[in-house]
Structure formats: C-alpha cells, structure tokens
C-alpha cells in the first residue's frame, strides 16, 4: 500500500477509534454526524472504519454506548452472550428510528413499527434515550397523532375507539414524555380534548381490557379443561365476550432488537389511558366548599374539612415519571468520577412491566419460559393515596347492554363520583418451607376474595408474623416484610434452593462423565485402559474406593443423582414471581441460573386507613394477594363500621384490581361484590400513588 501523507492514515486502529468516539461525543444527539465526514476522508479511512467491515463492530459498539442506554437489555436479556454485533445493529435501527421521526407525517408507512421501536427504547431509557426522541420531536408527534387518529376508523367499532397496538403504542409513549411542566403548559382546552380522546378507555372495563390475563383466574397458565372454547369463561354481551381474553394472534408482535427477535406482547391500552386521563384531571385542584370547617375538632370529629382536601390535593394520584439527568461527558446524575452511587438505574422501574410484555407471548394455556420477576418484593408496602371513580350505576349498565356509543357519551360524562383512597398496606411473605394459603380459582368465585378460599380466622402477630388458619383448621405461617429487615429465608431449608442445588450437583456429574468420555475416545488405547481401570474399580466397594461425595468419576447415588434428566417435573420459583422452566432445566444443569432464591412462595396484603383519613374519608379494612402468574394484584376493600368498630361485611365490599407500574403506581379498576365472581359487576377506574414506605 502507498504511504498514506495524512496523519490519521498512519494512527493504529485502536487509537483511530477512540478518536472517533470522542468526536462523535462533540454533538451526540441524534445520528452520529461527524463519522459520515470521517468516512470521507480517503478510501484507507473509509474501509478501516465502514460500518460492514468486521473489524468495526467493536467501534460502533462503542458509538452506540457514547449515544444511547443500554444497561437495560443486559439486565433483561435471556441471551447468554451479548456481543459487539449486537450494540452495533441496534446503533443502525436506532439512528433509523431518529430519521424516521424526524420527517414522518402521521400517515407514514411502518408507523406501528417505529411506535415500538420509541417504546423499547423508553423502557430501556436511563437518560440519553429519551433526549435522544425529544430532540427529532417523538413527543409532540405521539401528541399530535392521538388527537388526530385515536378515533380513526370509529365507524368499524360502532362508534368506539379501536383497542389496536397502534392506540396502545401512542399513548404508552405519550405518558413516558408527560412532565409536570408540560401539564402546566397544556391550554384548557386541549386538556379536556385529551381527557375526552382517552375517556371510552379509562371507563368501559366491560369493552377494554385492564388485565393480561381475566382476573377471574388465579392459577395460570390455563390447566387442559379450559382448553376446549377460545373464551373459556367468557359470557357474551353487546360489546363481545366478558370477562376479555385477549387474542393472541391480535396482540403479538415480533422485533428485531439488539440483533435477536424479541415477540412481545401489545401494552395494555386502558392502562395508559387511565394515567393521562387522571394525571390531568388533577391539574386543577379540587374545589374547597366555603362551608366545610377549616379542620378536625369536637364539634366536626367525622367528614372532610379543608386541611383534608388540602392534603389530598398536595399529592399525585398518577406520579408522574421522573425524568433522568444525563450529561454527555459527566454520566448520569448520582455519578462521582467514575464511580457510580450504588442505586437502581432508572430504566429498572420498568423492569416487571418489560416481563409481563414478554412473558404474555406464551398466552395462556402455556408455561412461560424463563420468566423473569413481575412483582417486586415489598412494592405494595406503605401508604397509598389515590382516587376512585363511581360511576352512575343505571348509566353503567346500560352502556353494558348497548353496542353502539351514545352519541352524547363524551359530552355527559356519567361518572362524576370522585372519591379518595387512603390505604396503608403490610406485606406478608410465605417462606419456604412454609405452605401459601390454598388459593381460589374461577369456578369458585375466588375474585370475590382476592382468590382466596374462606378462612377460620387470620391473626397478625406482635412478632412480625401473621398466621392463617384455614376452615379445616391448617395453619399457614407468613413473614411481614420491613424495609431492611433480613428474610428468615434460609438455603437450607427453601424447597427451591435445596432442589437446585440438587439440580446443579446433577449437573456438574453430568459434565465430568462427559469430558471423561471425551478423554476416553481420543484414542483406542487409552479409552480400553480406562475400561479396565473402571471394570476393576466396580467389582470392589465403590463408595469405599471412590466416595459420593467425590465427583472426580462422577458416580451416582440411589437417588439417581447425576441421571441426565430432572426427576421433577415441576417448575421451580426462584425470586417472586419468577420460574426455571423444565424445558431449560436439561440445558443448564450444570449452571445456576444467576436469579436469587428469596423463598418467597406466596404474598399476601393486610391493611387500613389511617386514623386521621378514616375521619375524613371513611375507614376500611383491607386484604389481598398476588398473582405470582403476571403479578396481578387484588385487594378486598370492608367498610369498618362507627358503630362497633369491626368490619361491616354487609356495608358494601368491593375489590380492587391492577397493577404497580414504575414501582409507584397502582393502576387498576375497582369492582363491587357480587355473589358470582363471573357476572359482570360495577366497575370503575382507580389510580393511586405511593405517598410513603
């Protein structure tokens, strides 16, 4: 090759490299700009760095790092190697997905496509992706396309918005960019615009889904004998099949993404619905009555007064996300140096919601594989502060019975019932070896009572304990969570932890039977020695000669330890709501799978309303638990009754269901006691927000 007269030609790679990080670190937003006009340069330049040249993957690796977040997919990935190639594909797509939105309209081709891609890459935010969007404008897009096309193609649902991924998609994204200051800045109008765009969603549990899955069911996936219908329990009404069973071939969708095909489940719609629609209707506060008394006293003891709806309006009911601090040189906020302060990235609030995406591709008839945690421990612990919605009862159910919408239905909003929501809630673990309290499924109406069976009775001990005790007189321990508190979970005793190591010891003789019949096969002479050495070897005592607890000839015992396939036939939980599939066990035998064991085998939820809101607000009592499956929450809400002190099981029980979402909001819809779990009840929006652990 001629010598090069430019100085960069002469530079080794290595070097030439970091000098084009560096410079795309000049002006990082957007697609890297300055290695067009490096590539420019001469031809030794432009083929030593070209984006298909293999050498270059490990660089564009490196630019996709300088300029987007990507801690969360090593976090969330099931791969079991992550490689420059990857970064660098996903480096390609990104930039495409920038210029796409750069200059899309809102008719544009492959718009689904590009939504999916701006919504992996805010779960996946820590910072630099969400500048990343905002700077080609996704969000004023997503904005614009909601008010133009939510109600496209009405016609086709009888005058309702559709439930499709594109709806879905927009306004998961328009949450993730909503702001405190963008609220603020929202003109009257177009708030209400919006709250009336999203409206159908927020209210219609019967028309929109509200869970991945029926709530009706506890054990999930779905056993054979709900195999035989598509809607195995669903009942028709004039708006389709209820409860909803979401189809799967109308919710799935499959990705291209750090160079694998992730297949995911389509958002719940309702659920983004709700936290726009509530986050801005507490932009204005509720209004203060003049005639209420200024706060609590002799002569007021019960109702609201003006410091109770001060105090209600000084919290969020749909917390708004915190947007992540990023400097391009300096790193994320909480950075010293090099060193990062020890704490969560921002993406991992995310992170139940991302499995829950991935998790309900296997649908419901089957056992997800590898699935990750859906609910984190002591997530529901503390103080919850929120609003209910009650609508018209009459109203209610006759949009029930009627297909078609009304034609004033955005204009007369039924309900109009605002009630607030206190709730201060303990969490209680079952630890292995302790059994979970049985659970109630569908054809018991177990909904109506959190999918619980009725118990005797149910204590909460003064030693952090509380104790269930069945109609049968079983008793089933659980163990409350506190905040920093060690767990009693011990590895000797957990079920799980003993049956992987078990798994694991399988595994590890497996491995060394198989490189001892590697070894033996490398030549005929030495594999007919070893034959020998081991037919001699078996003819004396071989715990004696070789020892079980010696793994160097790998023997087995008389539980078979070291058969090749697992004994046991069922999943295994590691963390809450997380499963080893058998179908993986076989491949990893001989590894653990990185996830740590916390025992915990059931979470259940006792609570009530402070002293000070159950003045205000009226007092309740509260139980529940959670579906390990999708980590769906229930929780039964008993009026306390003035009278006597003790629940008012006859004063109007009703249920709420949902989820935790970003770790500091329940989103669900509450629904009233009826005496079949499956007849359609009353129903209505809830949101609350963490206030305090």
């Known amino acids: 090759m001629a010598h090069q007269s430019s100085p960069l030609c002469n530079l080794p790679r290595e070097i030439l490299e970091n000098i084009t990080v560096e410079a795309v670190l000049l002006d990082p937003i957007g697609p890297p700009k300055i290695i067009p006009a490096l590539l420019a340069t001469c031809k030794q330049i432009y083929f030593t760095l070209a ?210 095909h992730l297949r995911l489940t389509t958002p719940l719609t309702s659920t983004a619905a709700k936290l726009i629609y509530f986050a801005r209707r507490e932009v204005v506060p509720i209004r203060i009555p003049d005639i209420l008394p200024p706060s609590r006293s002799l002569e007021y003891p019960t109702g609201p007064t003006k410091d109770d709806i001060h105090e209600f309006n000084a919290f969020p009911q749909a917390k708004l996300e915190e947007t992540p601090r990023w400097n391009w040189w300096e790193g994320a906020e909480g950075e010293e140096g090099h060193t990062r302060v020890e704490r969560k990235p921002p993406s991992a609030r995310w992170d139940q919601e991302w499995e829950r995406w991935c998790m309900m591709k296997w649908g419901l008839w089957r056992q997800p594989e590898g699935k990750g945690q859906v609910y984190e421990i002591g997530m529901l612990s503390g103080l919850w502060h929120g609003r209910m919605l009650v609508p018209s009862e009459p109203i209610y159910m006759d949009l029930v019975r009627t297909a078609n919408m009304p034609p004033a239905f955005t204009q007369t909003d039924p309900f109009v019932n605002g009630r607030p929501v206190y709730m201060r809630i303990q969490e209680h673990h079952c630890i292995s070896p302790n059994t979970p309290y049985p659970f109630a499924n569908a054809d018991e109406h177990g909904i109506n009572n959190a999918w619980f069976p009725t118990w005797r009775s149910l204590q909460e001990g003064n030693k952090g304990r509380l104790t269930m005790y069945s109609m049968k007189g079983a008793k089933h321990i659980y163990e409350t969570y506190v905040p920093g508190k060690k767990s009693s979970h011990s590895a000797d005793r957990c079920v799980v932890c ?115 809101h159950g003045e205000a607000w009226d007092a309740f009592q509260y139980y529940g638990r959670v579906r390990p499956y999708d980590g769906l929450i229930a929780i039964v809400r008993i009026p306390i009754s003035p009278a006597t002190g003790l629940p008012d099981l006859e004063g109007g029980r009703i249920i709420f269901r949902g989820y935790v979402h970003a770790g500091q909001t329940f989103v669900g819809t509450w629904r009233s006691w009826t005496p079949d779990g499956k007849a359609i009840p009353l129903e209505g929006p809830l949101v609350m927000s963490l206030r305090e652990r």
């Not at 904005?143 to 109600?151: E, K, N, P």
């Not at 058969?563 to 035998?589: A, K, N």
């Open 51 to 260: 984006f298909d040249n293999p050498n270059s993957q490990v660089l564009y690796g490196r630019v996709f790092k300088a300029c987007f977040d990507s801690s969360a997919f090593k976090r969330r990935s099931r791969e079991s190697e992550i490689l420059p190639v990857h970064f660098a594909e996903q480096l390609r797509k990104n930039c495409d997905t920038l210029h796409f939105f750069k200059h899309a309209t809102l008719h544009a081709p492959a718009l689904e496509e590009r939504f999916w891609e701006a919504v992996l890459m805010m779960v996946e935010n820590d910072g630099r992706n969400q500048i990343q969007l905002e700077a080609v404008g996704v969000d004023l897009f997503v904005d614009r396309f909601i008010r133009a096309r939510l109600w496209e193609d009405r016609g086709r649902f009888r005058g309702w918005p559709a439930d499709n991924a594109i709806n879905s998609l927009a306004l998961w994204l328009h949450w993730f960019f909503t702001t405190k200051e963008k609220l603020a800045k929202e003109i009257p109008q177009d708030r209400w615009q919006m709250i009336g765009l999203v409206t159908p969603f927020v209210h219609l549990a019967f028309r929109y889904p509200t869970f991945y899955a029926p709530d009706i069911h506890y054990e999930l996936p779905l056993v054979h004998s709900d195999l035989s219908p598509t809607q195995p329990h669903s009942s028709r009404t004039a708006h389709g099949p209820w409860p909803i069973y979401r189809s799967p071939t109308k919710i799935h969708k499959e990705i291209p993404h750090f160079g694998h």
């Open 498 to 612: 003993i049956r992987r190591a078990e798994r694991v010891e399988r595994g590890m003789l497996r491995r060394i039977r198989q490189r001892e019949m590697e070894c033996r096969l490398k030549d005929e002479k030495s594999r007919r020695h070893l034959e020998e050495d081991f037919e001699e070897m078996t003819l004396e005592d071989p715990e004696d000669e070789m020892g079980c607890d010696e793994v160097e000839m790998g023997c087995e015992d008389e539980d078979g330890i070291g058969s090749p396939e697992p004994e046991d036939e069922e999943s295994e939980s590691g963390s809450y709501g997380s499963e080893v599939s058998v179908e993986s066990e076989v491949e990893s035998e001989d590894e653990d799978d990185g996830r740590l064991c916390d025992g915990v085998g059931d979470i259940v939820f006792t609570g009530k309303t402070d002293t000070r």
